[in-house]
Structures are given as structure tokens and as C-alpha cells.
């Protein structure tokens, strides 16, 4: 596949994930999270596995931003489990070694959380595919500092742009970038026809305040 272009990367890849549903956007029937917050927007990101060409896009998205943005990775990280597929296949295409990171270390043999070599002082990117909270990618990004090695960014393929999730990602003075976002998703559904021109200050209200959505 060749090199894809950063600037349209954010609109194709929401296409894709609106292709094949890994997001889907309900405004007016959300659904409900774990946590019970209401969200009009579902994301399984995991669904992109199964499809050939949009994980070879995503991949050579991740490889266009690491080549331009982060040149002097030496490693690349998944986070276990959606972001460890990714991470291999970027890896390839770059040509880096790969570890992966568990949510936390194993209770058993060497205990490790990150499996694989990764030595003090490398730098090294982590693949995430979704960015809600922030909280579990920071954990991961902190657990690669533990090691001492160094984390030049986190790079997910998509975020909801929580400004809480900003915020803790700034306050670890950590880089996030993202291959697409909640708002060029809205963009993208509405001019597919996936949802109507009315619907989208709605949409977009979740994303300020998804704690009171639906009240």
C-alpha cells in the first residue's frame, strides 16, 4: 500500500470505521457503557482485525505519523490486548522491535507487565486503538517510564476528545495523537447521510459534558 496522506487520514479513517461499524452513532437511542454513562456512540475497534485493508491503512497510518513526527522510535508498544495487533503490524512496516503491555504485572514466573526486550533509554511509541478516559494508556505509557525507557508519544487510531483525557495526558507531559476523531466522525456520518443535520449539536454536546448526556 502506498505512503497515506496525514491531512485526510482523520475523514478516511472514520469512513472505514463507519463502514464496517466498528463506530456507530445513535443520538436519539444511546447506548449505555459499563460505567452507565449514556453515549450516542458505540466503538469496537477490534472489528478493523478482520479487515485487511483498513488495518493495513490504519498501520500505515500509524507508520506516517512515527516517520514524520517521531523518527528516532526504537520500539513499538501495544497495549494489551487492542493495541498489540497494531503494534505488530507497524512494527513490521518500520521495521522496530515490538513489546507489549499488560494492564498490569502477571501474578506468576517473572511477574513481568511489559513482555518482550525493551532496554533503559529506548524510545518508544505506544499503540492504543481507542482513547476514552485516558486513563488505561497512561497507565501503559507510565508502566514503559517505569522500565526506563522513554515514551515519545501515545498514538491511538481513534479518541472521543474528552478534554479530561487531554488534560491527563498534558499533565504527564505525554504526546497523544490520534489517527481520527470524534468530530471528524460527526463530519463524515453527516455528509454519508448516516445522520441528519439536526442531530449534530446533539452529538457534539455529548463529547462536553458525557456525564449528564440524556438527563
Partial sequence: MSEVTLTNLPAQIAAKLLEIEAVALRPNEPFTWTSGIKSPIYCDNRLTMSYPAIRDLIAEGFAAVIRENY??????????????????????????????I??????????????????PGQKVVVIEDLISTGGSSLKAGLAV???????????????????????????????????????????????????ESGDVELLQSWRQAPHSFGK
Fill in 71 to 100: 523518527p528516532d522510535a526504537e520500539v513499538i508498544a501495544g497495549t494489551s490486548t487492542a493495541g498489540i495487533p497494531h503494534a505488530a503490524w507497524v512494527s513490521q512496516k518500520l521495521n522496530l522491535p515490538m513489546v507489549y
Fill in 102 to 119: 499488560r494492564d498490569k504485572a502477571k501474578g506468576h514466573g517473572k511477574q513481568n507487565q511489559i513482555e518482550g526486550k525493551i532496554q
Fill in 145 to 195: 517510564r517505569e522500565a526506563g525507557a522513554e515514551v515519545l508519544a501515545v498514538l491511538a487510531i481513534f479518541t472521543y476528545q474528552f478534554e479530561s483525557a487531554s488534560a491527563a495526558f498534558a499533565a504527564e507531559n505525554m504526546p497523544l495523537e490520534t489517527l481520527s476523531n470524534y468530530t471528524a466522525l460527526i463530519q463524515t456520518a453527516l455528509e454519508a447521510g448516516k445522520v
